[in-house]
């Protein structure tokens, strides 16, 4: 059984800073792309950030130049640096990875972890 487990959350002041992770374990072979999405109450969840296994990212307009994702593919987990953290950032950020669980299997499965909360104060 895959799991996906994220910490960092928590509350930060504006203008803060936060860094999460996410570690991915169980039976794993390979692991594509990691993803960061977020969701407030309402609202539909959107995607923050992505890396390939390659280290190519992809960033929402809305944090670009403001959070970093990263990888540490021996680990299997997944980081999102925050930097200079506004009230709109805040929300439940939840880890989403697609991972190929053995050797005999040809496709990718979507893992999500359980959410962290997310809160910008100002």
């Known amino acids: 059984q895959v799991q996906l487990v994220e910490c960092g959350g928590g509350l930060v002041q504006a203008g803060g800073s936060l860094r999460l992770s996410c570690a991915a374990s169980g039976s794993i072979f390979r692991i594509n792309v990691m993803a960061w999405y977020f969701q407030a109450p309402g609202k539909q969840r959107e995607l923050v950030a992505s890396?390939?296994?390659?280290?190519?990212?992809n960033y929402a307009d809305s944090v670009k130049g403001r959070f970093t994702i990263s990888r540490d593919n021996p680990k299997n987990t997944v980081y999102l640096q925050m930097n200079s953290l506004k009230p709109d950032v805040t929300a439940v950020y939840y880890c989403?990875?697609?991972?190929?669980?053995?050797?005999?299997?040809?496709?990718?499965?979507?893992?999500w972890g359980q959410g962290t909360q997310v809160t910008v104060s100002s």
């Open positions: 989403q990875a697609d991972i190929r669980p053995y050797i005999s299997t040809w496709y990718f499965t979507q893992y």
């Open positions: 890396i390939t296994s390659g280290g190519t990212t």
